[in-house]
């Protein structure tokens, strides 16, 4: 059986001044240094959130920029596009009618060349022929030279 005497109260006595004795030295402290943890902890939590939203806003903000940019430069390439076919085909017009004044122009020429070879050619005929004709006849004939 227990015995309630002095030393019980002594021992009640010395429990109790190491429990406050631990209670400032150990508890609080220990407790403290918990608290702050978890509030860093969840100032982390707090800021990742943040983060990671702020970065899905750049994100987003970056794909529309560029979005918008690849709009402007398709538009831009096909008014180029468009602009450099024009020329194009203005160079190729102006090429065809140049091409056609000196087809005509050579056309003449190629004729009056032509029209004078004839008459050359028509002038030695008559005279080749009339030379043909002396000789097989074995006398002069009207015309030959």
Known sequence: MINVNFTLLVQLANFLILLVVLNFLLFRPILKVLDEREKLVRESAELKERLGTLAQENIQEYES???TAKQESMA???GHRSEAM???REAVQNTKI???GELDKARAA???EAESSRKVLKAEAEGLAGRIASKLMGRAVGGGS
Request: proline share 0%.
């Open 98 to 100: 140049e091409n056609v």
């Open 86 to 88: 024009a020329l194009f």
């Open 76 to 78: 831009m390439r096909s």
């Open 110 to 112: 190629l004729a009056a």
């Open 65 to 67: 920029k560029l979005h």
